[in-house]
């Protein structure tokens, strides 16, 4: 998760336009940190949430001003860049101590995600839980 500066707040639900940047990869050296072979982005399975009693809200309870948007899994795997180009990406369960929820998501077709992969994402997501901008 980012915290976005800059960006719009949009009611939780909407499809107001999410901004690419908020579905930026960890770094190489963040990701081996993590103990992830390359480049991927923190996200969290809603059917995990539920099956471990845990709501959005609780995803970001600890990072005051961020949002939560929705992506659908199968929209991910599917994902085209604007130019039709296909840029499908997997996702990976990877619990954390105190996020059994917690999964990954990564290119399939290039080390890190690229401007391109991002707007891809944020054309298809929605805003879960309204962005707060303290900027």
Not at 57 to 80: C, E, Q, S, T
Request: proline letters at 8%.
């Amino acid at each position: 998760m980012e915290h976005i500066r800059g960006a719009r707040a949009h009611p939780g639900g909407s499809r107001g336009k999410t901004v690419g940047n908020a579905f930026s990869d960890f770094s190489e050296e963040m990701a081996a940190r993590w103990g992830y072979p390359a480049p991927c982005m923190s996200v969290h399975s809603a059917l995990m949430l539920e099956r471990n009693g845990l709501t959005p809200p609780d995803v970001i309870a600890d990072y005051p001003g961020f949002g939560l948007a929705a992506i659908p899994v199968g929209a991910l795997r599917r994902l085209k860049r604007k130019n039709g180009d296909d840029c499908p990406h997997g996702v990976m369960w990877a619990p954390e101590e105190n996020d059994p929820a917690h999964c990954v998501a990564f290119t399939l077709d290039t080390h890190q995600r690229r401007k391109p992969e991002r707007e891809a994402i944020s054309a298809i997501a929605r805003w879960h839980i309204a962005l707060r901008n303290e900027a």
